[in-house]
């Protein structure tokens, strides 16, 4: 049986169950309501926790393994190892200033006083930077910090930034970009561990799934050799004979950010009658 921490209640704790629903691990629905619930067809037991807890959980052997932000997990400063970046929960860690404050370069930030609820990561930052500042520890609400003068900066987490601008605040300094990722305990036997890699095979397959479309275009024959130059499938398309002689269907996968560029090309090329479906496992 393997222990998982993830997320009771937060950004994190949708993308988390999902995931393992996409696994094909179940469990009962009402489950985030419980400490701990088990799955239903996979040696696999829940916990559910607040995030900044996970990463202690996960280095006592609490939790075998969590899933967690890189910016907690690195603020944790927890003795963890990274297996798996899932791909959700996306942001960045950044500073920020008064908008109509002059900044020009970190060294700005010399003697200054920067409100964080992660002063670890901060200090690293500024270490690496040779600049030293009063670190103004607090738990939340961060932005609010230098419109009531208690502080000359901030560093926290921006996701569209609309915060920000709506504190006065603009970004000066992009620290660390962070995604959530499966940690695990250093110490797991080895059955834990097989039971590890079988969670990562189905995650890596649910998320390469993602990444990527499957695609059948119906093709002239005088045009195949030039429509299969644009398509980088995993292997080489797979063609088929239509039942229209002169013509033949072409199965190929394509990945997800190159997909429009790909189609316009397709259609260029004299590919016809388009079909583009989801794809929900990808195993290679
Ligand atoms: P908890 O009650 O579990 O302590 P929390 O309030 O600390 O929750 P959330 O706001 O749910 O945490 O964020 C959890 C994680 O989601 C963050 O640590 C970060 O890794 C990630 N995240 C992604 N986008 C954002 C965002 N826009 N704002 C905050 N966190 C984000
Ligand atoms: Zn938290």
Request: net charge neutral.
């Amino acid at each position: 049986m393997l222990t998982l921490a993830i997320q009771k209640k937060g950004r994190l704790a949708t993308g988390s169950l999902e995931l393992l629903e996409h696994c094909g691990i179940h469990f009962e629905h009402n489950g985030q309501e419980k400490l701990k619930t088990e799955a239903l067809n996979f040696p696999l037991e829940m916990l559910f926790l607040r995030d900044d807890d996970i990463p202690r959980y996960v280095e006592d052997g609490v939790a075998d393994i969590g899933i967690v932000g890189e910016n907690v997990a690195l603020e944790s400063a927890a003795d963890i190892l990274k297996v798996l970046p899932l791909g959700f929960g996306k942001c960045r860690m950044s500073i920020a200033v008064p908008k109509h404050l002059a900044y020009t370069g970190v060294q700005d930030l010399q003697d200054k006083r920067i409100a964080t609820s992660y002063p670890r990561l901060l200090k690293k930052f500024l270490n690496r930077n040779k600049v030293s500042a009063q670190i103004h520890e607090i738990s939340g609400s961060v932005e609010i910090t230098p419109g009531i003068n208690m502080a000359d900066a901030i560093f926290d987490i921006v996701s569209t930034g609309s915060t920000l601008i709506s504190n006065g605040l603009r970004e000066v300094e992009l620290v660390l970009h962070s995604e959530a990722a499966v940690y695990r305990n250093r110490r797991l036997n080895p059955g834990k561990l097989a039971l590890l890699e079988n969670l990562c095979f189905r995650i890596q397959a649910v998320n390469k799934a993602k990444d990527h479309k499957y695609i059948l275009l119906n093709v002239p024959n005088e045009k195949l050799e030039q429509v299969c130059r644009i398509l980088p499938g995993m292997k080489s398309p797979t063609i088929m004979p239509l039942g229209e002689p002169g013509w033949s269907s072409v199965h190929s996968v394509i990945k997800e950010d190159k997909f429009w560029e790909i189609i316009q090309q397709l259609k260029d090329a004299g590919a016809e009658s388009l079909l583009v479906t989801d794809i929900e496992k990808m195993i290679l």
